[in-house]
């Protein structure tokens, strides 16, 4: 609910737009504040007042060139998230972003913070879940020993919305945390969450590669793809402070509906 202040100023007038390249496109002035607000900013970036990859104005100035709450502002930016127009990480502001295809899903990864929201926005339908032992051919593409016994994880993953599912994921837990696979039919959110909160580890470091691959006859089906179908291979080593890998993690992407993004900046020093 608006507060009395915000209330005088919808009756009064829309937001007030400091002059711009463009102007931005009218508003009623009986829309909710936050509209009015996402509505203006919506038209400047679809015009280049904002072009992908520059930084939207900070909380605190649109608060005043809009005259409303911090409140109202941050419901305005969750909407243009939403919109995929832009994105926001805490200490690098809110920053235009490129459009994407609909039916494609980009995954942005700048922390291990940020595998957690990864983990929390897709849903993991869990195919099979059992104890296997290591042979050689997996030793070296997990780059773990071989003959040891680790819990695997395969499934599909979900986001609501789509029919087609957004990958093919495989997790190899170390024997040493495999209790935590009586919990995985009912958690939700990333698995290595269990590990830290069931045996009070920590993972500290996390080691990404990706890489190309042909999706197989087996997976083809589940992820409603042709046999041969491009796809790519994002593997997440997991590690413990000891350097223990407590889990390895593997997602395939069909190429045409995955892509990686990733935001770079110079550090002075």
């Known amino acids: 609910m608006a507060s009395k202040t915000e209330t005088r100023t919808r009756k009064a007038n829309s937001p007030k737009v400091r002059p711009q390249t463009r102007a931005p496109a009218e508003v009623k002035s009986?829309?909710?504040?936050?509209?009015?607000?996402?509505?203006?900013?919506?038209d400047e970036i679809v015009s280049g007042v904002h072009p992908v990859g520059s930084q939207l104005p900070t909380e605190e100035e649109l608060c005043e060139r809009f005259s409303v709450s911090r409140y109202?502002?941050?419901?305005?930016?969750?909407?243009?998230?939403?919109?995929?127009?832009v994105s926001s990480r805490q200490g690098a502001g809110t920053i235009v972003v490129p459009p994407r295809p609909a039916d494609s899903f980009v995954h942005e990864v700048m922390s291990i913070n940020d595998l957690?929201?990864?983990?929390?926005?897709?849903?993991?339908?869990?195919?099979?879940?059992?104890?296997?032992?290591?042979?050689?051919?997996?030793?070296?593409?997990?780059?773990?020993a071989s003959g040891e016994e680790w819990l695997s994880v395969r499934g599909l993953r979900h986001t609501?919305?789509?029919e087609f599912p957004?990958?093919?994921?495989?997790?190899?837990i170390n024997r040493e945390f495999a209790a935590v696979g009586r919990l995985l039919q009912r958690h939700t959110g990333p698995i290595f969450h269990?590990?830290?909160?069931?045996?009070?580890?920590?993972?500290?470091?996390?080691?990404?590669?990706?890489?190309?691959?042909l999706?197989?006859?087996?997976?083809?089906?589940?992820?409603?793809?042709?046999?041969?179908?491009t796809a790519l291979e994002v593997q997440r080593t997991y590690k413990l402070a000891t350097g223990k890998i407590a889990q390895v993690a593997i997602n395939t992407h069909p190429a045409a509906r995955f892509r990686h993004s990733m935001t770079m900046r110079r550090v002075k020093g």
């Open 166 to 172: 957004i990958c093919w994921t495989e997790v190899y």
């Open 116 to 144: 957690v929201a990864f983990a929390t926005g897709v849903r993991f339908a869990i195919d099979a879940i059992e104890m296997i032992v290591v042979d050689a051919k997996l030793a070296a593409r997990l780059g773990i």
């Open 160 to 162: 609501d919305g789509n």
């Open 30 to 42: 009986d829309d909710p504040l936050y509209l009015q607000v996402v509505r203006a900013l919506k």
């Open 72 to 85: 109202t502002v941050r419901e305005a930016l969750r909407r243009l998230r939403e919109d995929n127009l």
């Open 194 to 213: 269990l590990i830290e909160d069931l045996f009070g580890q920590s993972i500290v470091e996390v080691h990404q590669d990706i890489a190309a691959a």
């Open 215 to 229: 999706i197989s006859p087996e997976l083809a089906g589940g992820l409603k793809v042709k046999p041969g179908t």
